[in-house]
Each structure stands twice: as C-alpha cells, then as structure tokens.
C-alpha cells in the first residue's frame, strides 16, 4: 500500500494558482511574471544590442575595403574585370540593404517573432548573395572572407537573441 501512495504523489497535479482568482487578481499576477520576465531580458538586450551595432560597423568597413580593393593582377581580361565590377557593386549593394534591415532587438518593445524574422532575412540573403560572393571570391578572396565572417557573427548574435527569449519563457507568459 506504500509504494501505491508513493506513486500517487507523482500523479496528483499540482494547483493552477490562477483557478481561483479574479479578473484583477489574475492580470496583477500576469503582470508581476511577464515585468520579472521582462527584467531578465532587458539586461542582456542593451548589451546585445551594442554587439550588433559593432559587427554592422565593422561589416560596412570591410565593405569599403572591398569598394576600394584593386586587382593584384592587372593581366585579367577586360570582359572579366567588367564581370567582377558589376558582380562587386551588386554584392555591395545586396549587403548594405541587408544591413539595413538588421537591428537590434528593441528594449521597450520585444516583438516575439524577432528572431524568426531575421533567421528567415539571413537565409533570404545567403540565397541571394551566393552567386556575387563566389564571383567575388576569386578576385578578393580575403575582403570576401572577412564579410562572410561579419555576417556569420551576426548570425550568431541574432541565435543568441533567440535562446534568450526562450531561456525567459517570456512566450509562455
């Protein structure tokens, strides 16, 4: 018979705290977890928010470094270099639009869907910018190289973006 109330323990649930209250009570209580929540996330959003604004600064740097790169062999032929300068202008112009976009994620207004929006910008942006990059890469392969590792650490900052709303379980509030 023990061992049956032991396991009864496991099964019994334990008591929604919200089932007796009120409207009032309920949205005071709503509004204490979702301002607890709320105050963990802010804290990591200023400081991620700086990280974005820096590897933005230093992806626009390395993209004038591109702008202002010059041909280590000046023996290409005249069609290629037309090819390269328009494939480099359109890659530029494909980043600068992309950088645009990328903000970091508001203090005071966190919208849900943040991370999901720009996890769908960064794969609309590799699709798009594939083909300039890899043209680009056999003309300026280092300037290429270090872009691709700016925009890899953004990425990663928005993932961490991410795990911090789902580490809040702000969505379940």
Known sequence: MAFFK???????????????????????????????????????????????????????????????????????????????????????????????????????EIPLDYYTTLEQQFNDFGKNSARNNQILQNFFTNHARSILGNIKQLYKLTKKFGSIVNESKIKEI
């Open 6 to 108: 032991f396991l009864q323990r496991f099964s019994q649930k334990e008591e929604d705290p919200t089932t007796n209250m009120t409207v009032v009570e309920f949205t005071s209580w709503l509004n204490s977890r979702e301002k607890v929540a709320l105050e963990g996330i802010q804290i990591n959003f200023s400081d991620l928010r700086t990280q974005i604004l820096e590897e933005k600064n230093k992806t626009k740097e390395n993209l004038t470094l591109l702008i202002n790169a010059k041909l280590m062999n000046e023996k290409i032929p005249e069609r290629e270099k037309h090819f390269m300068d328009g494939n480099r202008r359109a890659y530029v112009q494909k980043i600068e639009s992309f950088l645009d976009n990328i903000t970091g994620p508001d203090i005071d």
